[in-house]
């Protein structure tokens, strides 16, 4: 039976990512990949190969990242965990011994089991797999008009890349604004003013809770309130799921959502220095709040793969995972957003205390400039330390790394006093201005209001 | 005599930043601003006046910005401060009283006084002085050959601003690669090269001594080695001094560099509970080596601004002003390159063991989306402890950001271990992706020498 120091399962971002930072930590350890998919995509590209890319092919995380380091992929299916003898079974190389081992399972869209008509012709969903998104776009080829159903990053996404593509696309949305789970209303008023913009359709505060067919095939969509909106074809973007159906068979425990339970340094219970598990199928925790997270990101699962590559053979205190903190951005057209910790809304929801400060200005300066967006940045903090605990961006290109920025200053846990008296660099191309910057200006907003 | 409870000298940045900050922070004090100029430039939109802007007028700092909240503005010289009496004398309104007062004086260009020609006909500095950079783009206007000497970013930005205007520009520069006071070499090269792409002629590694004329007007520059460039135009960008005569004269101290001494809540000496002085004028200090510092910038000005202000009249121990971090931005038509903290040339030289590390990528994921461009960043850390002293960043409209956000990494005194574990948010069409962001990737580069 082959042996190795190290078996990654799953070729995602967080297995990628796992297996590289445990190669480059422990470069005399043999690590290999092993992932059912020939070849990955990049997930949050996806969303991209309906329209801008134009196809799969175009968003392909190329192998080299890991054989260029050493890492060996296997393209084969684990079929069973076998934790007492630290070993996989697979479909096709046979059994695998293993020191250490990476779960990286993945998620799997949600597909609601109460959702009548969900099993017709032309009724998607978006899993992180080529070969399912090829036959979707080809299928989609034809046809004129799509539902979207659910408003989150990727469904935006989706909705707007389709409308570029050309298709009539009606985003449906049971929430009474878009994107509210990383989003404050002000925020997710904006997002939907540019997607009508654009001329995607966008109704909120409605479900759906039926999809209807002729001949098999996707004919209409039934909402919550009874109305009902002809559709050629229905994309559900309703959440996903951890992909844990093969640890729990293992007796690795899953928390109330399905999660593989995990520590700080990603390790799974039970038999946890042998075993950890990264990304969508991980544990999550809120940074602020403590309590459990549904929240799957690439940006988080790398955070997580790396925290458990460099601790798994030597634990570091100093290197543990934290908590998420839900940070990430999306865009309609030139039109972007970033998020990151808390919203206003959910604050309130779980008790915090909590202040905040709006600032709107522009992205360069002089305002004249080519290139110019508005910008608008959000900042909540505690009201008794001001800590801060959540930030929000509108703007153009720089909203990305204005949201890392951000980022930052919630993990280091800086308080809005400090960020009053902090340095910013400006640009006229690059930046607002020196005396309207948006992180300090909200602060400002802030700092009078606890006065 | 008129009596207010703030008087501000000083209508650039830092003076109108201190004026506002005062005036937010305590709304039941008069706060008067007094400066010569009618009107204010933006300072860092000053190079795209040449170029870009195509005039001075579109480059004016608003004074409903300081009226909007109360502050009023004189426009009148001050021409002396008496310390003992609270008082300042002016040109014109007369004597004015204050109970605390903000020094905002700035900086003037420096001339230096063993440059013989420099009192030629079309040789220019760049004054903050909108005066005189009217008439000196209506005397551009007939010219084609333009020496700019000083590669600094005042000096980068002018030339490929009168470039994009159509003259021939000669750029000139004593160190061997541009930029050089705030970018290591590697990035200097890549500035060079853009600016040798886009039409502008570098020559490094050569000082000019002296300027030549004709019928009074400039004809050549010599440089240090002898040769010769013809000229119809010099433009000395060869550093600013503070603007401080008028406070030597009054007897508040200044230091070596003629920069008002200051403490960290930029208070002056001697009657340090009554002046502060504020942006290109007030003493600075580097935020890594503590040694006094000359880098004098917009977004610095205002940090010092903010700080003064919010401790005028209670000083509050959580916002002092720390040293300065030297942040910035610059760019170079679509390019843009950042910094902050310390350069590992400037570390090596301060004696500090330093380790850096580089990544270079792209700016958007995967690479082949529109608007993507390449993205170099290096970050240098102290080898003892792993704290984070500088960054470097090249990319494109998100390199702003970016270099904020390494900014707030140096001000928190983050390590190389915490950051190697911090959560990052990605977007495909605003920033590097999940495996492969450029901060953490520097970040792995260094972690592995540190092994």
């Given at each position: 039976m082959r042996k190795v120091d190290v078996l990654v399962i799953g070729g995602g971002a967080s297995g990628l990512q796992a297996a590289i930072t445990t190669k480059s930590t422990y470069p005399e350890k043999e690590v290999v990949l092993i992932r059912k998919e020939k070849q990955v995509l990049i997930p949050c590209g996806i969303p991209y190969i309906f329209g801008t890319l134009g196809a799969s092919d175009k968003n392909i995380l190329p192998d080299k990242n890991l054989t260029g380091v050493g890492v060996e992929i296997v393209i084969d299916e684990v079929t069973a965990i076998n934790v007492e003898e630290r070993s996989c079974?697979?479909?096709?190389?046979?059994?695998?011994?293993?020191?250490?081992?990476?779960?990286?399972?993945?998620?799997?869209?949600?597909?609601?089991?109460?959702?009548?008509?969900?099993?017709?012709?032309?009724?998607?969903?978006?899993?992180?797999?080529?070969?399912?998104?090829?036959?979707?776009?080809?299928?989609?080829?034809?046809?004129?008009?799509?539902?979207?159903?659910?408003?989150?990053?990727?469904?935006?996404?989706?909705?707007?890349?389709?409308?570029?593509?050309?298709?009539?696309?009606?985003?449906?949305?049971?929430?009474?604004?878009?994107?509210?789970?990383?989003?404050?209303?002000?925020?997710?008023?904006?997002?939907?003013?540019?997607?009508?913009?654009?001329?995607?359709?966008?109704?909120?505060?409605?479900g759906i809770s039926e999809i209807?067919?002729?001949?098999?095939?996707?004919?209409?969509?039934?909402?919550?309130?009874?109305?009902?909106?002809?559709?050629?074809?229905?994309?559900?973007?309703?959440?996903?799921?951890?992909?844990?159906?093969?640890?729990?068979?293992?007796?690795?425990?899953?928390?109330?959502?399905?999660?593989?339970?995990?520590?700080?340094?990603?390790?799974?219970?039970?038999?946890?220095?042998?075993?950890?598990?990264?990304?969508?199928?991980?544990?999550?925790?809120?940074?602020?709040?403590?309590?459990?997270?549904?929240?799957?990101?690439?940006?988080?699962?790398?955070?997580?793969?790396?925290?458990?590559?460099?601790?798994?053979?030597?634990?570091?205190?100093?290197?543990?995972?934290?908590?998420?903190?839900?940070?990430?951005?999306?865009?309609?057209?030139?039109?972007?957003?970033?998020?990151?910790?808390?919203?206003?809304f959910k604050a309130q929801q779980e008790n915090f205390a909590v202040i905040s400060g709006i600032f709107a200005g522009v992205d360069t300066h002089p305002g004249n400039l080519p290139h110019t967006h508005q910008q608008m940045v959000k900042l909540i903090v505690a009201a008794d330390c001001g800590m801060i605990l959540g930030g929000e961006v509108y703007g153009g290109y720089s909203t990305g790394e204005l949201t890392n920025a951000i980022g930052f200053l919630i993990q280091n846990r800086v308080t809005v006093k400090a960020l009053l008296t902090m340095q910013i660099g400006t640009h006229p191309l690059l930046t607002g201005s020196p005396a309207a910057y948006p992180l300090v200006k909200a602060a400002e907003v802030i700092a009078k209001k606890m006065r």
């Open positions: 079974s697979t479909a096709g190389v046979g059994p695998i011994k293993y020191e250490k081992l990476i779960l990286a399972l993945g998620s799997i869209p949600t597909l609601p089991p109460w959702l009548k008509g969900r099993e017709l012709e032309n009724v998607f969903t978006i899993p992180k797999n080529k070969i399912y998104l090829d036959e979707m776009l080809a299928k989609l080829e034809p046809l004129k008009k799509i539902v979207v159903v659910g408003a989150g990053f990727i469904g935006v996404e989706v909705s707007d890349e389709l409308k570029k593509k050309g298709y009539e696309v009606i985003l449906v949305e049971l929430e009474e604004t878009i994107l509210n789970r990383a989003f404050d209303e002000e925020f997710g008023k904006i997002a939907e003013e540019h997607l009508l913009e654009r001329g995607v359709k966008v109704v909120t505060g409605k209807k067919g002729k001949e098999g095939k996707v004919d209409k969509v039934i909402l919550t309130n009874g109305e009902s909106i002809a559709a050629d074809a229905v994309i559900l973007s309703m959440g996903y799921s951890p992909n844990t159906a093969i640890a729990k068979e293992a007796g690795i425990e899953l928390n109330e959502h399905n999660f593989i339970k995990t520590c700080e340094y990603m390790r799974v219970l039970p038999c946890s220095t042998d075993i950890v598990a990264v990304g969508d199928c991980a544990e999550k925790r809120d940074f602020i709040t403590r309590k459990l997270d549904q929240t799957m990101l690439a940006s988080t699962a790398c955070a997580e793969a790396r925290t458990a590559g460099m601790n798994l053979f030597n634990l570091s205190p100093c290197k543990p995972f934290t908590g998420t903190i839900a940070i990430y951005a999306t865009a309609i057209g030139e039109h972007a957003f970033g998020t990151a910790g808390i919203t206003e």
